[in-house]
């Protein structure tokens, strides 16, 4: 049908352009956002899923640095327990030298005054002074029992304590489940060097300056040899415990990066767009917006086609016809 009033040739053509417009609009969108879905109408079930993920993904890398820091506390008590093994082999060394009763002169009376200490009277102060040191490093109190800022802190949270030896959790994983969670145990060592001091004596140690004789200093570093090598062992101990959790804590960051990293990928090929079909799908659409261009314009110039069919059959009229509708001459 031809007609003038409703262009259906031009309606056509202009909603095919509609629809060209809006699909080089979202592959435009796409190749500038690089995603497939940029809200929820490109893929309603798709925009869940991928939302689901970035969840579980943001989570993981946040379980990730929660899991850097237990292995971080661990670390940081192994140090110190470290340091507190030290002094324990600088003691033990000391009473090593203190039993070398051949070796060593003992003034028996010597004025406790007198700068010209004996040998075993000079390591023994040697040995209370690392003492000292070793019951500072292991208590929470000073040498008259009063409470102090906790001797071992990270990040301002007491690490030998009893909270810590019953066990604290450390969030390992995205969820709530009690499977996304791990326990970190710390000895608590403040009673542990309580006996060694028996024999050392408690500070302050007043008799630092007492004078033994030969036996005394000899049965001081026997008793002082003795409790080192148990205090070395409890140490050592307590660190193969640690070192232990520091592995397990390990494994733990390389699971849940094998976990990011496959989410990850699941999400994106959900949610991300595949640039080299978007670019020819691209191509394909300027050239069919073009088409469509032109073909609109072909349908606009259609109607037109009744003016050259109404010219055509005013030029068909035959001559006998146009006379008679011709006006007369001398006609009223």
């Known amino acids: 049908m031809l007609g003038i009033n409703t262009n259906i040739y031009a309606l056509d053509v202009h909603e095919t352009l509609r629809q060209n417009s809006l699909d080089f609009a979202k592959k435009t969108e796409r190749l500038s956002s690089g995603l497939r879905i940029n809200r929820g109408e490109d893929d309603p079930s798709g925009l869940a899923i991928s939302k689901g993920m970035e969840a579980?993904?943001?989570?993981?890398?946040?379980?990730?640095?929660?899991?850097?820091?237990?292995?971080?506390?661990?670390?940081?008590?192994?140090?110190?327990?470290?340091?507190?093994?030290?002094v324990l082999l600088q003691i033990r060394d000391l009473s090593v030298r203190m039993s070398n009763q051949a070796a060593l002169s003992v003034h028996v009376g010597q004025d406790a005054n007198d700068l010209i200490p004996s040998d075993m009277n000079r390591l023994y102060k040697e040995i209370l002074t690392m003492g000292y040191h070793l019951w500072v490093m292991t208590r929470d109190e000073d040498e008259f029992f009063n409470k102090l800022k906790p001797f071992a802190e990270f990040g301002e949270k007491a690490v030998f304590n009893d909270s810590f030896e019953f066990g604290e959790c450390l969030q390992v994983g995205p969820d709530a489940d009690p499977s996304h969670r791990i326990e970190i145990f710390i000895d608590d060592i403040r009673q542990t060097f309580t006996d060694f001091f028996l024999g050392v004596g408690v500070p302050p140690w007043n008799n630092i300056n007492g004078l033994m004789d030969g036996d005394g200093y000899l049965n001081q570093a026997k008793s002082l040899l003795t409790l080192s090598d148990q205090k070395l062992g409890v140490i050592s101990d307590i660190r193969a415990r640690l070192g232990a959790q520091d592995r397990q804590l390990q494994h733990t960051v390389q699971d849940l990066q094998n976990q990011y990293i496959n989410i990850t990928a699941g999400k994106s090929r959900i949610e991300d767009a595949d640039l080299a079909q978007e670019i020819t799908g691209l191509a394909r659409n300027q050239i069919l917006k073009q088409s469509a261009n032109a073909a609109a314009a072909q349908a606009?110039?259609?109607?037109?086609?009744?003016?050259?069919?109404?010219?055509?059959?005013?030029?068909?009229?035959?001559?006998?016809?146009?006379?008679?509708?011709?006006?007369q001459p001398g006609a009223a």
């Open 56 to 86: 579980q993904t943001r989570g993981l890398l946040v379980n990730i640095q929660n899991v850097q820091d237990g292995i971080n506390l661990l670390r940081y008590v192994d140090g110190y327990l470290d340091d507190v093994q030290d």
């Open 300 to 327: 606009n110039v259609q109607p037109l086609a009744v003016v050259d069919l109404l010219g055509a059959i005013y030029d068909g009229l035959s001559p006998g016809l146009a006379r008679q509708s011709a006006p």
